[in-house]
């Protein structure tokens, strides 16, 4: 089954807990929580702002993988790896795919033919037009943060890309 994830704001600002929470209730199932500038004793000071039940559903953010090369020398032993960009970024001006849809196709069933045990979710240019086209060519799931973040309603994107994935 399609998985559909939301990687976190890297900056604070205020309110975030309140969105973040209006997601959850929305159908978000897995955060990956990506504060690059937050020290250690203040990211877990940010879990805490979590009620306990929704601190079981963020994970820290694990980085991704750019190739199917760096894929292969960085992704294998984890749970679930990403690829990135899949679509040209919404979060990174500039950030361009370099895949075509073939051979995405073709890399992920590759991928998946010698890593049955792991996931391969889709990271890059994600949003309510192209979810669904990140299932169909092969991926486990799909990680949003641009089109979320970027947008003036956050929980309006999410619930829009939520609601697209599911069909």
Known sequence: MFQLALISSPENFAGEHEILEQMFERGLQTLYARKPKMPEPLFERWLLGFDMKLREKIFPWPGSAHSFEELERNGESAEICFLSPVFDSISKFGYKTKFSK?????????????HPAQKLFALGGIEADNIVETAKLGFDGAAVLGAVWHNPDPVGAWEEIFNHHRG
């Open 102 to 114: 073939e051979e995405l196709k073709e890399g992920i069933a590759n991928w998946k033919n010698s």
